[in-house]
């Protein structure tokens, strides 16, 4: 049995015929782990002793009951933004380096009900905040089909961690693209929520009203296998709506007569690489030769998405992150005074990247410039919302690149952040307006290296990405793996 093989269905299946115990399979994650993390550098904490002792006590259980769910015994990891209790929970910043979680995340919790194999913390970018993970305080994570690239970001270990066989599936999140843009990067499966349809509670908060955590995993069946137990209201998340959530399962068929999917002509315009235009073009065909009734569409509005996210999310950030004081959490630099403990700290513990948006989100808060600023990013994303709302009168699916371009070289934009911030250009709008998207590899470009297929829906319509998106999987059998 090759480890790297697997996904969540067939491991589980292993598992009922007894052909593999949850410790047989922990086992197998942390040699993998072993053999090629240190090239990648997808985990900032492997946790070896407690996903042992957690596998094994999983055995017992799975003895006693004679039965187990879908996900028990399966090894997973978790990004480092998100809270389990008693573990690191670093966010990549200096400022969180030895603080460790006093509780599970809401979607820990509902995950360790059914008792999958944490195996560890992951990478990304400092508090979420990037593309390819080189805005770690630890270090960047390679990416696994070219190690002198990214992987991708913010979620950059998950996805890497995922893609090279470390784990079977990973937790990330996502407030302008952050499971998706790796997923594409990486060959993965990469997934966002409707906001409001699983919860943020202990996730470490970047933008409150765009964050959701995400999934990355190897087939959109994997992937819904995952969201029926974190999706769902919860009385510590207050933007969680009371929604019936439905059996995932019941969508995924291999036909897809009568889907109206709608292309719309602004994600195709300059700039977007023509391999990757290519193989999102052979996928669109994929979707018309399954039944689906394919149009092209237009979203006037989605051009002002990136300028009202780059607005939005800083001024989010400047108040999220002013809990980091020295004070409460975290990191605490001396100072005389208590203003010098703050300036210290802060000075300390934040990146580059925190600290630009802190400022750029505390200007664009404050008196006189909120109006010119602010307010109209707020009403930009009233138009984006409207877009996609009419859009979504006429269409069941839109389908769209994720990023314009495939994994880049280390440094390639490190130096200018707004080249960073134009990578999200694809993936931002769903944020803005809250609707859920589902990243599908689409193929390698003739470098071999993957692009992923965004597909996007309405609020609450999250079946539809599990039909459409199991359905282009199943037609385009690709079985991506990279060689390492
Ligand atoms: N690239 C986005 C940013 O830097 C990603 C944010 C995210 O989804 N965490 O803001």
Redesign the pocket.
Known sequence: MDFTDLTIKSASELLSQKKVSALELAQMSLKRIKEVDDKLHAFLYVAEKESLESAKHTDEMIIADHEHSALTGIPYAVKDNILVKGMQATAASKILENYKATFDATVIRKLKQVSPTMMGKTNL?EF????STENSAFGPTKNPYDLSRVPG??SGGSAAAVAAGEVLFALG???????R?PASFCGVVGFKPTYGRASRHGLIA?GSSLDQPGILAKTVEDTATIFQIMAGQDELDTTTLPKPVPDYSKFLKENLKGLKIGVPKEYFAAGLDPEVKTIIEQGIKKFEELGAQVSEMSLPNVKYALSA?YII?PVEISANLSRYDGIRFGLSAPGKNLEEVYYNTRSAGFGAEPKRRIMIGTYASSAGYYDAYYKKAKLAQGLIRDDFKKAFEKVDLIVTPTSPNVAFKFGEKTSNPLS??L??IFT?PL?IAGIPGLVVPGGLTKQGLPVGIQLIANHFAEEKLFMAGHALEQSLNLKLKPNI
């Open positions: 970018d979420g905040m990037g593309v970001g913010s999140t996502d407030t302008g693209g952050s499971s843009q970047l996210y999310l960073a911030y990578e999200d931002g944020n």
